[in-house]
């Protein structure tokens, strides 16, 4: 399947959208983590969650680290770089390689859960 521009710019805008509903619908961020328990910065440090992994810290430890480091802000950057690459795709830019288009693609069918056909 060739994917056209206006496809493209359609799959960026939707994964971005899906990116801030969910991200403002979160605990503000930043978050930290405390062993497999994740707390937002904000005084008083509102739970968030907790990982668990049976029998494994290591993982469980690798999985509280990784949520932590996605917190909100970081998708809603995500989805303002997508919207922007989307504006460029949309008007035929030829910026696209530069701005690490493939990789938002990707990046957007990922958060979509959508496989490429």
Request: hydrophobic residues 45%; contains cysteine.
């Amino acid at each position: 399947m060739t994917i056209t521009n206006t496809t493209s710019a359609e799959l960026l805008t939707h994964a971005a959208s899906k990116l801030r509903e969910y991200a403002e619908a979160a605990i503000p961020g930043p978050w930290v983590k405390d062993g497999g328990e994740i707390y937002n910065t904000a005084p008083g440090g509102l739970w968030v969650g907790e990982t668990l992994h049976s029998g494994d810290a290591a993982t469980t430890e690798a999985n509280s680290a990784y949520i932590t480091i996605m917190h909100p802000p970081v998708a809603l950057f995500l989805a303002a770089a997508m919207d922007e690459v989307a504006k460029a795709v949309r008007f035929g830019s030829d910026m696209e390689a530069r701005l690490g288009y493939s990789e938002l693609i990707v990046c957007a069918r990922e958060v979509l859960r959508e496989v490429k056909a």
